[in-house]
């Protein structure tokens, strides 16, 4: 009889084991969803076919990245978020920026939203997290801190960056911050607990930078954002190889950019930087194609109002 109990205990004790992994294990993934799915293809491929697009080179194309500030709603996001006790005035461009990259990656997980945001601006979206769900995809988070850096006085945009094979529908979305000290972009993802690239001198790299790093084999440093080191993966690596085929980003940017309560301006049009020979496939009708990477990637034409 009391081997019998060792047994039925043993057995309760088992399930239950497995119950409380189990519980664990759902909530862990409900908020820390990992987006490098194991691709079928590896790092090696998506490098060749980089390598055998064609040249993102000037074309007819006419087109200008614009950024519109509007210093009243500038004020309202400073406040909000007390930008100003994330860093120092003194600070340069990409220390402001690693600053406010740090806070949203270190306080907004990665998930795919299941409850879609009412409206997309720095504020709501902050809100969300604190009432509806604490985790949201990429594409948020590059909305959020972009609204972030810009009322920080920073010019700074999202980009979407695509890749290749129309029949995958994993894209991923990060910021570009203008770097005047050294006359350039930098990229900085702030989804997946952040990350950013350099050259092996420290320089953070454009996502142009990142692209040409690619095909020329030119080593590169992936930081890990909220440490600010250097971290050896592979899977961020071949995940951005798939993802740098081609980009879109909208030629004018402002607040509200995807926001309901954007009455007061059209939204304009989308700009697609791709490869010469590669149709976009991504069609609607503010759609604008070009290989001229001159322009998508030069200085951003600022407005204030």
């Given amino acids: 009889m009391k081997k ?50 064609g040249a993102l080179e000037k074309d007819t194309v006419t087109f200008e990245m614009k950024i519109i500030q509007d210093t009243i709603r500038a004020k309202g996001i400073l406040n909000y978020f007390h930008l100003d006790s994330l860093y120092d005035t003194s600070m340069n461009t990409w220390a402001k920026a690693l600053a406010i990259g740090q806070f949203v990656a270190s306080n907004i997980p990665h998930d795919n939203q ?6 997309r601006n720095a504020i709501d979206l902050w809100e969300y997290t604190k009432n509806v769900a ?42 570009e911050v203008w770097l005047p000290e ?51 993966d592979s899977d961020y690596s071949t995940y951005m190889a798939k993802n740098t085929y ?7 940017l402002s607040y509200y950019q995807e926001d309901s309560e954007n009455r007061k301006r059209e939204a304009g049009r989308q700009i697609n930087l791709v490869p010469a020979g590669f149709k976009s496939f991504v069609v609607d009708n503010s759609n604008v194609s070009s ?8 200085a951003p034409i600022t407005s204030i109002f």
């Fill in 134 to 175: 604490p985790a949201f995809n990429c594409r948020l988070h590059s909305i959020l801190t972009f609204e972030l850096m810009l009322a920080a006085g920073l010019d700074a945009r999202y980009v979407t960056c695509l890749p290749e094979d129309e029949d995958d529908n994993d894209c991923h979305v990060v910021n």
């Fill in 182 to 232: 050294l006359g350039k972009w930098a990229m900085i993802d702030t989804d997946m607990e952040g990350h950013y690239i350099s050259s092996l001198d420290g320089v953070p790299l454009s996502l142009k930078e990142i692209r040409e790093h690619y095909i020329s084999g030119e080593e590169m440093v992936i930081y890990d954002l909220l440490k600010d080191f250097p971290i050896k």
């Fill in 4 to 53: 019998f109990l060792k047994v039925v205990w043993g057995i309760f004790a088992f399930i239950g084991i497995l119950t409380t992994t189990g519980l664990i294990y759902t909530h862990f993934a409900k908020y820390h969803i990992s987006i490098h799915q194991i691709p079928e293809k590896r790092y090696d491929d998506y490098v060749q076919l980089l390598r055998s697009s």
């Fill in 246 to 252: 081609w980009f879109r980003c909208p030629e004018t």
């Fill in 114 to 119: 299941k409850i879609k945001p009412e409206h």
């Fill in 291 to 298: 290989s001229n990477a001159d322009i998508f990637w030069a």
